[in-house]
C-alpha cells in the first residue's frame, strides 16, 4: 500500500478505517497532513492513542461513515485499509487530480488490490496491483 501510493511530504492524506492506527502512523510519518476516518468511535480513540504514542502530530481523526465521506477533491492519496465490494464514487471524488487510491475490491476469497489514479475531472486509471483477501471495512 504504501509503495503502491508513492507519498511525498507535500501529501493530504486520507486513510477510510482507522484500525490500530498503524497505516495511519506509517501515512503520518511521510505525509504532510493526514485525516483518518472510522464509523466506530472505540476503534478511533484507539488509533489516536497509538498514533500519538509514535510521534506523530499531524493527524486529524473523524468520526464518518463511508457513505458520508463528502471531501471534494481534496487529497493526494487515499487509503482504504478494508475490502469493498466495489469501489465507491464518493472516494474517487475525493482525489485531487493526478491523486491516487489504494483499495481492495471483490468478493472472498479473491480480491484485486487497485492503483486508482486521477487523471482529470471525471477520469480515472485504474491499475490492479496483485490478489489478495481482505476482511471487509465497516461502514
Request: net charge negative; hydrophobic share 45%.
Amino acid at each position: 500500500m504504501l509503495q503502491a501510493l508513492l507519498i511525498n511530504s507535500e501529501d493530504q492524506v486520507l486513510v477510510v478505517g482507522s484500525g490500530g492506527g498503524y497505516i495511519t502512523a506509517c501515512l503520518a510519518h511521510l505525509a504532510q497532513r493526514v485525516t483518518s476516518v472510522d464509523s466506530n468511535a472505540e476503534i478511533i480513540d484507539f488509533a489516536r492513542t497509538n498514533v500519538a504514542n509514535s510521534g506523530q502530530a499531524n493527524v486529524e481523526f473523524q468520526q464518518l461513515g463511508l457513505a458520508k465521506i463528502d471531501f471534494a477533491s481534496g487529497f493526494d492519496a487515499i487509503a482504504v485499509t478494508g475490502s469493498l465490494p466495489s469501489v465507491p464514487l464518493n472516494l474517487k471524488q475525493a482525489l485531487k487530480t493526478g491523486g491516487r487510491m489504494f483499495i481492495v475490491t471483490g468478493h472472498s476469497p479473491v480480491m484485486q488490490a487497485l492503483l486508482i489514479t486521477r487523471v482529470g475531472e471525471a477520469e480515472w486509471t485504474t491499475q490492479s496491483l496483485f490478489e489478495t483477501d481482505l476482511p471487509r471495512l465497516r461502514a
